[in-house]
């Protein structure tokens, strides 16, 4: 049996207007600034240390103790902006 002719196709190119040049989608995505890891890991090991130091010497620590229960919030608030950041790094 003959073999069939391949057609080849063209280059889609959208219509124009339909995305403009300065939206976000059509910009490449740049790498993360050279600072942005090391902050990113700094904020996760700070927030870390903090709960790890109000469990074993709050009640010895004067500010600590005074702000009571809000050290977790403090702790994990470092901890969940450091994997935020870890979701936009590139």
């Not at 790498?31 to 090391?38: D, E, G, L, N, T």
């Not at 240390?49 to 919030?73: C, E, H, K, M, Q």
């Amino acid at each position: 049996m003959p073999k069939s002719k391949v057609r080849k196709k063209s280059v889609y190119t959208p219509p124009s207007g339909t995305m403009p040049a300065g939206t976000p989608a059509a910009r490449a995505v740049q790498p993360s600034p050279r600072w942005y890891a090391p902050l990113m890991v700094t904020l996760m090991v700070l927030g870390l240390l903090w709960i790890v130091v109000f469990y074993v010497a709050g009640d010895r620590i004067g500010f600590l103790s005074s702000i009571g229960p809000w050290n977790f919030a403090i702790g994990f608030g470092l901890m969940v902006a450091g994997l935020v950041m870890s979701m936009r790094w590139r």
